[in-house]
């Protein structure tokens, strides 16, 4: 998987779905070289514990939202969009856009100025794009992009289907000015937050950038990796080295060495330069699980014979629209 079923056993954080993170994608606007594409997903449609489908509610109402961008190396962030839901008249939901710039962009806690308000979430098929300024936005069910051999559940045997070919995810989506970005080389990551108390304080419920590095590296500390930030992440190396050791029979000095370059947990993004995992951005149909593989087992197993989804778009939302109308 990507980070679809983040917590313990394949378990979703703190038991919600609407929590859960997947994946993040951040590439140029095809034929814009002055906008960018941010996309967060999260929500898987399976639970793969239950064996059943998971809530039809998109996106938690007490919950975050965020991708955070680091634009200086130190993996704190500098600049941070926010997303917050909210249930809408005659049923359905809707979506507040804020960015966070400065020292706000790293703290917890809903702030920022509102750069779209009353986004409608989408349930079906079509999907509702919102243009506000120079931004367009886009939340709702969409047709998961990942794509990985069923066999990653089973130890990596491989059976020759791709476990997310008919699954869905709920996605949002924003494309940026690049000029909202700032320059050259920045560092990504997305989180999902959680407020009992109607908002006064959050929880990290998850967080991650890189796929597939949660489920798989963090071995015990996968509790603690999901409630932590990129800036602490030279901690779990040694938890990462122990995965890797397992996985991919690597020597005790290698296996810290390649955690190393795991770490911290950043997909690094020049919106000046052509996206291609893991070198520069993601797009939706990189294969990021062949290099993940690639990467955990030393290079023994290079593949797992599984494409890019057909029913990705060539315009904005880029999602295929969801399997499942009947939500």
């Not at 809530?55 to 962030?77: C, N, R, V």
């Not at 509702?128 to 130890?155: E, H, I, Q």
């Not at 060495?257 to 911290?264: C, F, Q």
Request: some cysteine.
């Amino acid at each position: 998987m990507s980070h679809h079923y983040s917590g313990p056993h394949f378990a979703f954080p703190r038991g919600d779905a609407r929590l859960d993170y997947t994946d993040l994608f951040a590439f140029p606007k095809p034929g814009d070289a002055s906008k960018s594409t941010l996309i967060l997903d999260v929500h898987p449609s399976f639970d793969v514990i239950k064996s059943g489908p998971t809530t039809p509610e998109p996106f938690a109402p007490d919950g975050l939202y965020e991708i955070k961008i680091d634009t200086d190396g130190d993996a704190i962030a500098n600049i941070a969009y926010q997303i917050r839901f909210a249930s809408a008249q005659g049923g359905g939901q809707t979506a507040t856009v804020r960015r966070l710039e400065g020292a706000q962009a790293a703290t917890t806690g809903e702030a920022g100025d509102v750069v779209v308000k009353g986004a409608p979430v989408s349930m079906g098929r079509e999907a509702k794009v919102t243009t506000a300024g120079d931004y367009r936005f886009f939340a709702g069910w969409r047709s998961d992009p990942f794509f990985f051999d069923a066999g990653a559940f089973d130890n990596f045997k491989f059976v020759g289907k791709d476990f997310f070919g008919d699954k869905d995810i709920c996605s949002i989506a924003l494309e940026v000015p690049n000029a909202a970005l700032g320059k050259g080389l920045m560092g990504l990551y997305a989180r999902t937050l959680i407020s009992t108390d109607g908002g006064r304080s959050w929880v990290q419920g998850e967080r991650g950038a890189r796929p597939s590095q949660t489920p798989f590296l963090t071995g015990e500390q996968n509790e603690a990796y999901r409630a932590a930030e990129p800036k602490d992440d030279a901690r779990f190396v040694g938890a990462f080295a122990h995965s890797l050791e397992h996985l991919g029979g690597f020597a005790p000095a290698e296996a810290r060495r390649v955690a190393g370059t795991l770490l911290p947990d950043l997909i690094y993004y020049d919106s000046s330069r052509p996206a291609a995992f893991p070198q520069n951005g993601r797009k939706p149909s990189d294969d990021a699980a062949d290099t993940f593989l690639t990467i955990i087992t030393d290079g023994k197993l290079k593949g797992d014979g599984i494409g890019a989804h057909g029913d990705l778009l060539s315009e904005f939302p880029y999602l295929g629209p969801p399997h499942n109308t009947s939500r």
